[in-house]
Each structure stands twice: as C-alpha cells, then as structure tokens.
C-alpha cells in the first residue's frame, strides 16, 4: 500500500512530536459535523459514555466516548480510513484503535491542564494521540498548546498526574490553531494544554488514540477498566474525564 507521509514528515514527527496535516479526511466537514451532531443526541441510555459538565450557560456535553461501534460513518473515519494508515505510518507498524473520544468545549466549555497522555493510558506503550478538528480551533476558543520536541519522557508530575508547576513553567508554548477538517497527530508524551472556550463558538473536536499492533487489540480492556474506576471513584470539585484529573470542568 502506497505510503501517505513523506519521509520528510516522518522525520519532522519524530523531530518535533507532532505534526498537522491537511486534507487527509475521507469526510467533508459538513458530513463530520453531521455525524459528531448525531452522537450528541444519542443521550445516556448505551454503552457509549457521555460525561458533562456546568458552565456559565448552565449544564452542557463535555465529552463523550466509546461511540464507533454505533457510529458507521465515525467508525469507517477512526478504524479503516487514512487517519489510521497515517497513524501506523508515524508509529511504524500497523495501528489500533485504543480508544476514541469527542471533546465538545462548546461555548464557555472549560479547558485541560497542562499534561502529557501517556499517565492515562494503561497497557500500552507505542500510542499516538490525534485531534481531527471538527469546528476551527482558535485561540478564542480554546485550540491545543503544545510543546515542541519534549516527547523524549514523562515529566515529573503532579498529584492530578498532570505536569508539575515547574516543568510547566520551563516549556515553551506553542497555540497550534485547526481549521475544519484538519488533523493533528501528536505523540503520547508531547507535553499540551487548553484554555477554556471563552469565544462565541462552539470547539468540537474528535480525539482517536491509536496503539501499535505488536501490542494487541486493547480497546474492549481500556474501556471496562475506565468504567470500573469511575465506578468507585469519590466526588471531586472537578469532573472526571480522563483516568488523569486533566480536566478543569466544574460538575453538573
């Protein structure tokens, strides 16, 4: 199968941590917001996740997950399309889909603290994260800064699992804006941040994490995990999204 990256931007991944590609989706971003819109009126009663929070403009969708089995279009996007093959291409061997998720920081949506993912992800070790801009993504509305070439290791961190004030403060921050349709694939270590969404527009966006195949289909075991934890996890001034407490969003 013809290779989609350049060996230039393989090597500028590998460089840098990241990398922003355009015109890669097998979706317009009218059928991608269509499709997103169509989760979101799914409600509560599935085996997908819906997790909310409370905003100025009262209780609102801040995320929800475990939706490709009921999504075709969503599924053909994350599991069989380029987003996938360019995946596999930055991890070098064939990828998986570990799991999936749509951030909505819709207006007034709160932001994520600083952090690296890696901590939130159990079983794996060869993982590449990705944000497929469903909305644009602008300063205003809360775009991803991230922190270029220090992917090499996990950072010291905080009680939350999120970086320490320190590291924080040593790294340099980098606004990376998306329009519609665009996609960013970032690796599990390079160090990013959000602001909430303080603009009159909403900020969705689609969050697939792929693993390597060398390391097994562990989408079914991260999920049963994440819903055990939640589970038994005790009430917080803020909500739990994440298996690391990255998020800033007050409870609804």
Known sequence: MTALLTSDQVVSYRERGWILLDGLLELSPDALRDAVDEVATWGDEGEWMNHYEMTDYGRQLARSENFTPFSPALFDLLRTGAVARVAGELLGEAALLYKEKIN???IGG????????????PYVTSVLSVMIAVDDSTVENGC???ATARHQELLAQDERGCLAPEVVADLEWMPVEL????T???HSLTPHRSGPNLSTKNRRALYPTYNGISEGDLRDAYYATKKD???????SDRVQLSLIGDFEGRPA
């Open 110 to 121: 709160a932001g994520f603290s600083p952090h690296q993912d890696q901590p939130a992800y």
């Open 229 to 235: 934890i939640f589970a038994h996890s005790e009430a």
């Open 144 to 146: 991803l800064f991230v």
């Open 179 to 182: 329009r519609a349709g665009q």
């Open 104 to 106: 909505y920081k819709l």
């Open 184 to 186: 960013l694939f970032f």
